[in-house]
């Protein structure tokens, strides 16, 4: 009976993909983390997902993905169809040339296979946003208009005939263009994608209630351009399934904590654990966070969690969502990832 449920819910229109933050969960070790996460794109590959983000975060003691474009190119070569890519690069840490150079050999290496998703944030807090851009100045400065003007006219070869830079090429070939996005979680970055003509990747986990409004919003003022002709949107959002409504509760348990200690200001806690989780009892601080965090989350059977994912890309106006699982235990979070896989029928 659940396999005809399955079936009777699931789309073949609707894509899925993952975003990866390399979190170090229950005591791993770093190098224990890479692996797992090498393990699942292998996984996500072989199961039809469409894409495989890796997030830029700097100074966590509990996060692994510093380097997207590395990591990228690490799972690009360990995987034959999935694309790859960053979820995002934050452009203000970085110089447009060196995101421009890595990116086209990245596309080189892998042809049809990348993706560029960029941030207008620096994913870290003030003093190590310094450190990155070794320049006070950089720090306060807001000149992503111009950073990302200066990126797309080296893929482009665009560069107006007296800028400095047009002679300035990242790659021997015009045509090592990855697939490029902009990322979101407010009206800024779906302004930037809408203007440019670039997908858009929403981040609902960071602000749920703008993701649907943003979304449509970028599919009214998209402009064509070189990139794309029509528009991209993809719904990024926390997702956890299981065979049962029960037991997808208690294993959302850690990332639902560990949601509620960021919204009442602890950071500094590693990812509780799956007991932690259950013997957890909340302040009324922390319950009335975990209340508000309830739009960030889709949980539910794999019954549950189809029908709610279809629903909010229709209303969304997208055809891909971006599944970020946050399951601390290895076999729970391949197990996730496979029932959605089969949910959706996205055997490639």
């Known amino acids: 009976m659940i396999e005809q449920t399955r079936s009777s819910r699931s789309s073949s229109r609707l894509k899925l993909s993952i975003l990866d933050l390399a979190t170090i969960y229950d005591g791993d070790s770093p190098h224990q983390t890479l692996q797992h996460s090498t393990e699942l794109v292998q996984l996500a590959d072989r199961l039809g997902y469409t894409r495989y983000w ?44 060196k995101v421009a150079e890595n990116f086209s050999l990245l596309e080189a290496l892998h042809p049809g296979r990348i993706d560029l998703g960029i941030g207008r944030a620096p994913g870290t807090d003030g003093l190590t946003a310094l450190a990155l851009r070794r320049s006070r100045e950089a720090v306060t400065t807001y000149d992503f208009p ?34 490029l996005y902009l990322l979101g979680s407010s009206d800024g970055g779906m302004q930037f994608a809408a203007k440019h003509g670039l997908g858009f990747a929403f981040a609902a986990h960071i602000t749920p209630h703008l ?47 560990q949601w509620a200690r960021w919204g009442s200001g602890t950071f500094h806690l590693a990812p509780p654990t799956l007991e932690e989780a259950a013997a957890h009892v909340y302040t009324s601080h922390e319950e009335s966070v975990r209340r508000e965090n309830e ?4 949980i539910g059977s794999i019954e549950q969690v189809v029908e709610k994912l279809q629903t909010l890309a229709h209303e969304a106006e997208v055809d891909e969502i971006m599944v970020l699982n946050m399951l601390t235990e290895r076999s729970s979070r391949h197990r996730s990832y496979t029932l959605l896989a089969e949910a959706f029928q996205l055997a490639p």
């Open 295 to 298: 739009g960030r989350f889709v």
């Open 146 to 179: 111009e950073q990302l003007d200066e990126l797309l006219s080296y893929f482009s070869r665009s560069f107006a005939e007296t800028h400095p830079f047009r002679n300035i090429t990242p790659s021997p070939s015009a045509d090592l263009i990855p697939a």
């Open 54 to 97: 890796f997030a830029e975060h700097h100074n966590t003691k509990y996060q692994m993905s510093t380097s997207p474009e590395l990591l990228s190119a690490h799972a690009a070569a360990l995987t034959g169809r999935i694309r790859i890519g960053s979820g995002g690069i934050m452009l203000p840490n970085h110089s447009p040339l």
């Open 211 to 257: 993701a649907i409004p943003m979304l449509r919003a970028y599919r009214q003022y998209f402009r064509p351009s070189a990139y794309l002709q029509e528009p991209k949107g993809i719904l990024s959002l926390v997702v956890i399934a299981a065979e049962t409504e029960e037991e997808a509760r208690y294993l959302a348990g850690p990332a639902e904590l």
